[in-house]
């Protein structure tokens, strides 16, 4: 008997739901390649070991940037290890897949996703928007004619949704996210400090240190990093007051387009969103703060984080499998979307 997959292809993380087990991977998205041949020689956690730290002749690649695939053959390749570790080489069973993308993919980027499940062993292919899918992941009542607002922010992007009666009324994909988060906090550093840090250190930073709201309990770490005057390593102290001047950038943007989204709303469903708040889902869901500021920078909007905001999506991806949602009737039409 096929099984029916859901993937959270995610900039940073990839998850995969199968339909009666729940989540059964969650790995980064990261593929490591020898450079000489061209073989794949880890995928995911093994290869994210890797990075900033492989010889000359192994290279740790992000096969997708801000959301979309950046690297067809190696996200392939990302995806057909992933569905035969879950399913087994069988060539007779092939799982029917649900791929989750932001919502502001084009037709091009869309048909890409579908092609590399394809090729990496589907039967047929699925494509859900990620805000619908963190909805319906994060438990709210899509289909009732009433407001629902999510903000995912992922590893790429940020998707901000006003949804009602099973459809995005207004939304819109910002390509800053989880990963802007760490680049941000490592330009703040080389620039303070001339020191150089890894985008596994910057995101370490983020997750220990960093906050978005100004008025939070002040917390410090120890940083290690190349010093770029001398070459030679060196070690200082980071403080959350330094990571909350490093992310006002990215996370101003974040904001404003949450305000954008709301501004475009339609009066009634504004109202329902003011009574039963914003969901916020995704990694990005977790950084310190953010809820509060977003919810004094809408006027008082209650902002909620999802119970486990970074499974939401492949869990609404799966639920759509099941017939949760109300979407289960028509997921199949889209195959060849």
Same mark, same amino acid.
């Given at each position: 008997m096929a099984l029916d997959i859901g993937i959270d292809l995610g900039t940073?993380?990839? *998850?995969?739901?199968?339909? &009666?087990?729940?989540?059964?991977? !969650?790995?980064?998205?990261?593929?490591?390649?020898?450079?000489?041949? @061209?073989?794949? *020689?880890?995928? &995911?956690?093994?290869? !994210?070991?890797?990075? =900033?730290? %492989?010889? @000359?002749?192994?290279?740790?690649?992000?096969p997708l940037r801000e959301g979309v695939i950046a690297d067809y053959d190696h996200t392939r390749a990302m995806l057909q290890h992933f569905i035969r570790k879950v399913c087994g080489r069988s060539r007779f069973f092939k799982p029917r897949v649900a791929v989750s993308v932001p919502a502001s993919v084009t037709s091009v980027e869309r048909r890409a996703v579908r092609d590399a499940a394809l090729e990496a062993g589907a039967k047929q292919v699925c494509i859900i928007e990620e805000p619908m899918a963190a909805a319906i992941g994060a438990g709210l009542p899509i289909a009732e004619p009433s407001g629902n607002m999510v903000v995912d922010i992922g590893g790429g %992007?940020? /998707?901000?949704?006003?949804?009602? #009666? @099973?459809?995005i009324v207004v939304g819109e994909s910002l390509r800053v996210a989880g990963d802007k988060f760490d680049e941000a906090t490592a330009r703040h550093i080389r620039k303070v400090y001339n020191l150089m840090v890894g985008e596994r250190t910057a995101e370490e930073i983020k997750l220990q240190v960093g906050t978005a709201y100004r008025h939070t309990p002040h917390l410090e770490m120890e940083v290690k990093g190349r010093d770029l005057m001398t070459g030679l390593p060196r070690i200082i102290t980071y403080s959350s007051e330094e990571a909350f001047q490093a992310l006002q950038e990215p996370v101003s943007a974040v904001v404003d387009c949450v305000k954008g989204v709301l501004e475009k709303t339609p009066p009634e469903l504004?109202?329902?969103?003011?009574?039963? =708040?914003?969901?916020?889902? =995704?990694? @990005?869901? #977790?950084?310190? &703060?953010? /809820? !509060? *500021?977003?919810?004094?920078? %809408?006027? &008082?909007?209650?902002?909620?984080?999802?119970?486990?905001?970074?499974s939401c999506v492949a869990l609404g991806t799966g639920r759509v499998l099941e017939g949760v949602g109300g979407l289960s009737s028509t997921i199949w039409a889209s195959k060849t979307g």
């Open positions: 940073a993380t990839i *998850l995969v739901y199968v339909r &009666g087990r729940g989540i059964v991977v !969650r790995e980064p998205s990261v593929v490591a390649v020898s450079t000489d041949s @061209g073989q794949i *020689l880890a995928v &995911g956690e093994e290869a !994210r070991q890797m990075i =900033g730290r %492989t010889p @000359g002749h192994i290279q740790a690649v992000r %992007t940020s /998707d901000v949704a006003v949804i009602s #009666l @099973g459809g504004a109202a329902d969103i003011f009574e039963k =708040g914003i969901i916020l889902t =995704g990694g @990005g869901a #977790l950084l310190r &703060g953010l /809820d !509060r *500021l977003l919810s004094d920078e %809408t006027g &008082g909007i209650p902002v909620f984080v999802a119970d486990d905001p970074q």
